[in-house]
């Protein structure tokens, strides 16, 4: 009975160790099942990984000892997503496509389209893979390659080997590359940066999960019909973004197909459990055409280009960052570095402090004169004007000003092409323009001329309208449209604005360089600096081709030996600039955002000179002023010496609180509060930037500057010393 009752025992045992045994075996074949990885290359930083099933992909960053996947692990698990966004959790690429019967936009992911029906295949390649994903329903085949370098790990979308088997029913849209790369689960620490306006930091897990961040990197295309505006945004003028998960953090640049991408971020809550940001590339721009059958009854269609842009790659490349300097400055600087190595951004030693000032010459208008309609000129400030208002800044003590002048040409702002480009007779003419240049020249004031390459209203004999304007996918001259910001519908009374054609805008620019400008050796191209569009006429431009052609124009005024004054620029040509103006201090402040940091600004101090916007179109003097601190920009006001109550129904109407008279005490007092900090700080980097709490924020910079700016109501002790509401303080 005892022995029986033992061998009983024994067998009931080894029964619970076969069971655990077997338990462990099958839970070491799930695990495998789903997340075995194959090494695919590796080098003295990194270690490169795919799944040949699911095409996940890891990264083992040697330096961190961190792990970087692109697909959650436990996605199967997630409690939130549901449906197609659960497999998408477990996608490389989520695909747009057009339904071509009914012009509508349908979504497929990569795990539940190809993978899953064994449509991925995988190929070895040096230093990394290309994975091809096959999506039999769709009749799509889009391969994409992985590799690894020195420093940062390389993603690209090989559009030049993307096929479309089904176009008569199926056409391709766009591509949302690896939307879930190093996203933080709802239980990890963390935020997302964006580069919206000067910058902004979305936290993980803000409970602001039924919010989204998406913004098109440049600003919108100006050929496409805009969605009317709900409220005034900033735009994304910097092809980056960021991601801070724990003590460790990476910063993705997208470096090819930067003009045609959008930069889209989630939080965890509606969605899925986890906090994400990506990269979606644009493959066949859209537009809407609407047809009327009748004066009540009209119907809108979705219309889209025909070809895939002749491009070879779109690209992404994912530097990561140093334990425990992951931030946002640490990404800042990351990105400088990829400007100072791959786009020959030099440092631009200054030793002023400049103040600058946007003068706008002259503007046209339809005035009666008789009875009798007449198109004319209206001067708002002249070449005499302009030394006067000069003058007088001296005389505040100030020694350093840069002077934008708009409009100083034939006809005023925003009106004739630049075919001509001499100085507006109501101005002064030549004689004066001359005159304000040896003024400019005996008094240390550097004068930038604005030449508009891009926007006009009235075309001429040789270049008229329907040949050099850009055109819509309706083949019709596209029409810049300003917004009502009462009702957010087009503002019919703003004079109808065209744009050159980018087949156009060498021509011209050219010319100008050779023939017109020789008065001057400094130039300024703001609407260059920060538009971009298509041409969808005869001879098709797409805005990755304006790209390029932008960037060749800059680059021929350089090597002219012009200096650039550049507003606002887009990111691919920031390192043409001598100086930059308009630069945001603010983000657009959209629902998912935390806070607003001076990201741009961080990317640019201690290389290249830069200002406000314009501080006369803020009304709120003390937070322009603790926002000037904290990007450590200069100021720049926009003013006019006459006639603002003549600026009703032209195209400068908003110029009506310009008048120079009304801002000189305004700039004599921000002047001998801020400059003596600015001085402190001159061709200093930003060294942290941080908030200690919300309205609280510590900068500091090389050598030791650091400023604590209160936004808040009330004082605020930090370190031992106050800090009085709505102020700052210096710490050295």
């Not at 609180?657 to 900090?677: F, G, R, T």
Request: proline share 3%; net charge positive.
């Amino acid at each position: 009975m005892i022995l029986h009752r033992r061998l009983k025992i024994i067998l009931k045992i080894s029964i619970s160790v076969l069971v655990l045994l077997g338990y462990v075996q099958f839970s070491q074949f799930a695990l495998a099942n789903n997340v075995t990885y194959k090494k695919m290359a590796s080098n003295d930083r990194f270690e490169l990984y795919v799944n040949e099933k699911y095409g996940y992909i890891k990264v083992l960053d040697k330096k961190t000892n961190t792990v970087w996947l692109s697909n959650p692990e436990n996605w199967r698990d997630d409690p939130i997503a549901a449906g197609s966004m659960r497999t998408q959790l477990a996608s490389q690429m989520v695909l747009k496509y057009a339904f071509m019967e009914s012009y509508t936009v349908q979504t497929v992911n990569s795990y539940a389209g190809s993978a899953m029906k064994k449509g991925l295949k995988i190929k070895k390649i040096k230093d990394g893979f290309i994975a091809t994903y096959t999506f039999k329903k769709e009749g799509f085949i889009l391969p994409i390659s992985v590799t690894i370098n020195n420093d940062y790990v390389n993603v690209d979308i090989l559009v030049n080997q993307i096929r479309e088997i089904k176009k008569d029913k199926y056409r391709l849209v766009s591509i949302q590359l690896l939307p879930f790369f190093g996203a933080g689960s709802i239980k990890e620490s963390g935020y997302i940066v964006v580069p919206d306006g000067c910058g902004a930091v979305i936290n993980f897990n803000n409970k602001k999960g039924n919010e989204e961040y998406s913004q098109r990197v440049y600003g919108p295309d100006y050929a496409l019909v805009r969605e009317h505006n709900v409220y005034v945004t900033q735009y994304a003028r910097l092809p980056v973004f960021g991601l801070k998960k724990g003590n460790v953090g990476y910063l993705a640049v997208i470096t090819e197909g930067d003009s045609k991408s959008i930069i889209n971020a989630y939080t965890s809550g509606s969605r899925t459990s986890y906090n994400q940001v990506f990269c979606e590339f644009i493959v066949r721009e859209q537009d809407s055409i609407t047809f009327k059958e009748k004066q009540w009854n009209e119907e809108t269609f979705n219309i889209f280009e025909n070809s895939i842009p002749s491009q070879t790659k779109y690209s992404i490349r994912y530097y990561f960052l140093d334990k425990d300097k992951s931030d946002y400055v640490a990404m800042a600087e990351r990105y400088r570095e990829y400007l100072i190595k791959e786009k020959g951004l030099k440092k631009n030693n200054q030793d002023k402090l400049p103040i600058y000032i946007e003068l706008y010459g002259g503007v046209k208008k339809i005035k009666y004169i008789v009875g009798v309609p007449r198109n004319i000129t209206i001067p708002l400030t002249t070449f005499k004007d302009a030394q006067e208002i000069v003058k007088k800044i001296k005389n505040l003590g100030i020694k350093d000003v840069v002077v934008k002048y708009t409009g100083w040409y034939n006809n005023g702002v925003y009106y004739n092409l630049p075919v001509n480009l001499d100085p507006e007779g109501v101005l002064g003419g030549r004689n004066d323009l001359q005159k304000m240049l040896n003024y400019f020249s005996q008094n240390r004031t550097k004068v930038y001329f604005d030449v508009d390459f891009v926007t006009f209203r009235k075309g001429s004999l040789l270049y008229p309208i329907n040949v050099v304007a850009t055109k819509s996918m309706k083949k019709v001259p596209t029409k810049l449209i300003r917004y009502s910001p009462a009702t957010c519908y087009p503002d019919d009374n703003y004079p109808v604005l065209f744009m050159l054609s980018p087949n156009y805008v060498g021509r011209f620019v050219k010319s100008a360089i050779s023939n017109k400008l020789n008065f001057t050796k400094n130039i300024s191209i703001s609407s260059i600096s920060k538009m971009l569009y298509s041409d969808f006429g005869t001879r098709r431009i797409n805005r990755l081709q304006t790209e390029k052609i932008f960037e060749q124009i800059v680059g021929y005024v350089k090597n002219k030996g012009y200096n650039l004054l550049l507003t606002e620029p887009n990111g691919y040509l920031i390192t043409n600039a001598n100086e930059i103006v308009d630069i945001p201090i603010y983000s657009s402040k959209f629902a998912i955002e935390d806070y607003e940091i001076p990201f741009y600004q961080m990317v640019l101090r201690g290389y290249i000179p830069y200002s406000t916007p314009s501080l006369n179109d803020y009304s709120n003097e003390w937070l322009w002023k603790l926002k000037v601190l904290e990007s450590g920009s200069y100021i720049k006001f926009t003013w006019t010496a006459r006639n603002e109550d003549e600026l009703k129904e032209t195209i400068c109407d908003y110029l009506y609180s310009s008048n120079y008279k009304l801002w000189l005490d305004d700039l004599k007092k921000a002047y001998k509060e801020l400059y003596p900090v600015l001085s402190k700080i001159k061709n200093k980097k930003f060294l942290e930037h941080r908030l200690l709490k919300e309205g609280l924020v510590l900068v500091k910079f090389e050598g030791g500057t650091e400023i604590i700016i209160n936004y808040t109501s009330t004082d605020q002790k930090v370190y031992n010393t106050v800090v009085k509401a709505r102020n700052f303080k210096v710490i050295e």
